[in-house]
């Protein structure tokens, strides 16, 4: 279990070093003006600031959301790494889902802690069409959250035979 937690923290250290570069390289979008790099002609490096919750959920909500997500996060944080210490050895895709789910929260916690806000860096787009900015803590959790629902159906799967 100590080489899942190893992954959450790998996954942090990644999330704010990047986090840091993209703060340090770009200046942050703004109405009429963003800042980019372009890396592909679908996708594009740039500086966004997030202070809701996923899609920017509540971002306009005043401030409180701040302290409210952060506690909510802390939580499930707290939940999930009690839950990575209890699993058995046969539990990997789900003790690697549920480690790559910490690792992006913890990333993501740091920020709103910190900065008061989430920095959100990854743009994929299709001509006029864009998805929502994220970074790797948020992919993190989205490849978690996969990994989980895999592990579900492999479960059932096997436990439907036996």
């Keep these: 279990m100590k080489r899942l937690v190893g992954i959450s923290f790998v996954i942090v250290v990644l999330d704010q070093i990047s986090k840091y570069m993209i703060v340090e390289t770009l200046d942050q979008c703004v109405p009429g003006f963003c800042e980019s790099i ?6 594009k490096l740039v500086l966004l600031y997030n202070e809701g919750a996923a899609f920017s959920m509540l971002s306009d909500a005043g401030g409180w959301q701040r302290w409210f997500l952060s506690i909510i996060s802390f939580v499930v944080s707290m939940f999930i790494f009690f839950w990575l210490m209890r699993l ?3 539990e990997q895709l789900l003790g690697l889902g549920l480690a790559a789910i910490l690792g992006g929260a913890v990333g993501n916690l740091i920020d709103r802690v910190f900065l008061g806000h989430v920095v959100d860096y990854f743009l994929f787009y299709y001509k006029s069409f864009y998805f929502p900015a994220f970074n790797i803590a948020d992919a993190a959790i989205s490849i978690g959250a996969a990994l989980l629902i895999l592990d579900m159906v492999i479960t ?5 035979v036996q």
Excluded: G, V
């Design 38 to 43: 372009d890396m592909l002609p679908f996708f």
């Design 88 to 90: 058995k050895a046969s």
């Design 156 to 160: 059932n799967r096997t436990t439907d």
